[in-house]
């Protein structure tokens, strides 16, 4: 439970909140800090709302916090779970706040991520997971620790994205290759039609030496080699320790960052030594053969004028002879290093490929099935009134776009484009791109031959196979389907047909079946019906009292009153700050006139309501 919060600085500064580990309701008027105390809560436990998944609710969110604390302002908040204790602080900072400090018990405050479990809605952030089914999932994901699966999955995008520069580097070597060797065919056509023409072993040789000179010509020049490290973290240790008792260890971080860079000035000047050698022996190798080859040239050279003394265009033959010569010699060449390098090269790494996709897809039905498992329990806590089940894969916005991006400029049409992502996944896609096959993208998405053969063309002439091959590790999202009925006998509706309340109420309710950790909210009523309020979630706090701590911001007569708060903090402000006005239950005096005055606007409004009302309750 969230025992305590106190604030330094801002508009709220020098105030303390105690709460109850049972309800607690937070009143007053608009502006007096009712939904920032809520924001400060989330902020120092670092539980703000998913900027990714709600971006409007957050920018609210950090207008409100730059508004209300001033840089340097801090926030500790003291947690307790049984007899452990632990406080965290954090500091705001409008440019980058501060990580949260932990202190005392943390072990028994956190899970394996590191983070405090509690749950959390910021205003509007309800109505916003009623929107969508991706956006839903989070409310599942809030209780999960599924760091495991984000680790398994980064080290496999990572390797898929090399794998991916790889194939698209061999593929664009593979193309030129081929388009080199389309020449081939003519040259050995007019080399041998040239070679006829000569007599002698002298001629013949020519072609050795052709081929040889494709090998002695590029040998020189290799370019300057080093061995590298990241060691500029060691110039962060020569000065004085923040912390004088840890000087010792910022000696020996500076003396091992030292010792490595001795080793890379060695190793380098020893390298260095080594490539000079080298350099001067292969341009020595270079030298000789050319100068045997010269050798070579003027004893063709006389061989042809005997056989072409009365041809004087004989020698101009032999010189186009050594030419076609040399390019077969080059094409050849081509060709083994297309044949024993590229195309082995690229079937290793497409094989490669398809192991790190299957650990790419385990890592996320893992993860499913986490998700799954938690599904299940929730719908045996909520007793029937609401069912939620999950959507695999479910958003595939991010697919069409990148696809879009792509196929831009191929003159594929848009309903084209979303009829392939329709009836297929990205990883199919491009398995089939690697493969191929585009029959089987025909069969499977209904399109026709020619825009496949299009797409699969256009990537590769466009050179945008690396790009390609990226839209294979996209996630379409999981989404969550939610149903609701009203009461016993109906039957389920489908979240997306019920009314605007309905859908908040909804929510809710899966956020109070969550689990044991404390759950704030910044005014649940918004956007309820009264009766709903009182019907399912007063009804449902009444029945988990004791289970859990709940903070809530609100308005409400029912979540206050009808749920019978334990704990009610009442807030008043001025232009400037916002001060606790008064902290206790309703049994007190005083506090039962703030709830009276804060919620019904004091007790003539009320007496006129309840004499106008009096007849409806009898």
């Not at 001033?70 to 779970?81: A, K």
């Not at 980064?154 to 794998?163: E, F, G, H, Y």
């Not at 309020?533 to 009444?542: D, M, N, Q, S, T």
Request: charged share 25%; with cysteine.
């Amino acid at each position: 439970m969230i025992e305590s919060v106190t604030v330094t600085g801002g508009f709220l500064d020098g105030q303390q909140f105690e709460f109850s580990g049972d309800l607690n309701c937070l009143l007053g008027g608009t502006g007096a800090g009712k939904s920032l105390l809520i924001e400060l809560v989330r902020f120092a436990l670092d539980q703000q709302t998913d900027a990714g998944d709600f971006p409007q609710v957050r920018r609210e969110v950090e207008s409100r916090l730059k508004y209300a604390l001033t840089s340097g302002s801090t926030v500790e908040v003291v947690l307790t779970r049984g007899h452990a204790r632990c406080l965290v602080r954090r500091a705001y900072f409008e440019d980058g706040s501060t990580q949260p400090e932990f202190i005392g018990d943390t072990e028994q405050m956190t899970g394996l991520s590191g983070r405090i479990a509690i749950i959390g809605f910021s205003q509007s952030e309800v109505i916003e997971y009623a929107r969508t089914p991706v956006g839903r999932m989070a409310l599942i994901d809030a209780a999960l620790d599924l760091t495991e699966f984000e680790i398994r999955v980064m080290d496999a995008l990572t390797r898929l994205n090399d794998n991916g520069r790889l194939i698209g580097s061999l593929e664009s070597k593979i193309a030129q290759a081929c388009r080199k060797l389309q020449t081939l065919p003519e040259v050995e056509k007019r080399l041998e039609e040239l070679s006829g023409l000569f007599d002698g072993e002298t001629v013949k040789m020519q072609a050795s030496w052709s081929t040889e000179k494709a090998l002695f010509e590029p040998l020189v020049g290799i370019p300057e080699l080093k061995v590298t490290a990241r060691t500029e973290s060691g110039g962060k240790f020569r000065g004085p320790a923040a912390v004088a008792d840890n000087h010792d260890l910022y000696q020996r971080a500076q003396a091992a960052f030292g010792q490595l860079g001795e080793a890379i000035d060695v190793a380098n000047a020893q390298l260095s030594q080594v490539l000079l050698a080298v350099n001067k022996e292969l341009a020595d190798v270079q030298q000789e053969w050319f100068d045997r080859y010269r050798k070579f040239d003027r004893q063709l050279a006389e061989a042809v004028s005997r056989i072409g003394a009365d041809n004087k265009g004989l020698s101009a033959l032999r010189t186009r002879l050594v030419e076609l010569q040399t390019e077969k010699a080059k094409l050849d060449a081509q060709q083994t290093q297309l044949n024993d390098e590229f195309m082995p090269n690229l079937a290793r790494a497409k094989a490669y490929r398809e192991e790190l996709i299957s650990e790419l897809l385990e890592a996320r039905k893992a993860r499913r099935r986490r998700r799954d498992d938690r599904i299940k329990a929730l719908n045996k806590l909520m007793v029937g009134i609401v069912r939620i089940k999950m959507l695999p894969e479910n958003d595939d916005a991010a697919y069409l776009t990148e696809l879009t991006g792509i196929a831009k400029g191929s003159r594929l049409r848009g309903p084209v484009l979303q009829q392939i992502c329709e009836n297929s996944t990205p990883v199919k896609l491009v398995r089939s791109f690697l493969t191929g096959d585009v029959d089987g993208v025909c069969a499977a998405t209904g399109a026709e031959r020619k825009h496949i053969e299009t797409l699969f063309e256009h990537v590769t002439e466009k050179d945008a196979i690396e790009d390609f091959l990226r839209m294979q590790t996209l996630d379409l999202h999981d989404g969550l389907s939610v149903e609701f009925r009203k009461h016993s006998n109906d039957g389920y509706v489908p979240i997306e047909r019920l009314a605007h309340g309905q859908k908040c109420t909804a929510i809710l309710i899966i956020a109070l079946a969550d689990g044991n950790d404390p759950l704030i909210i910044d005014q649940p009523e918004d956007a309820l019906h009264a009766p709903w309020i009182e019907e399912y979630l007063v009804a449902k706090l009444r029945d988990l009292r004791g289970s859990r701590q709940y903070i809530f911001a609100t308005r409400s007569p029912g979540l206050v009153v009808s749920a019978d708060a334990e704990m009610i903090i009442t807030l008043i402000s001025d232009a400037k700050n916002g001060a606790v006005e008064a902290t206790g239950s309703l049994e007190r005096h005083d506090l039962n006139v703030l709830t009276l005055y804060h919620l019904e606007g004091g007790p003539v409004p009320f007496k006129r309501r309840t004499i106008k009302l009096g007849s409806s309750m009898t």
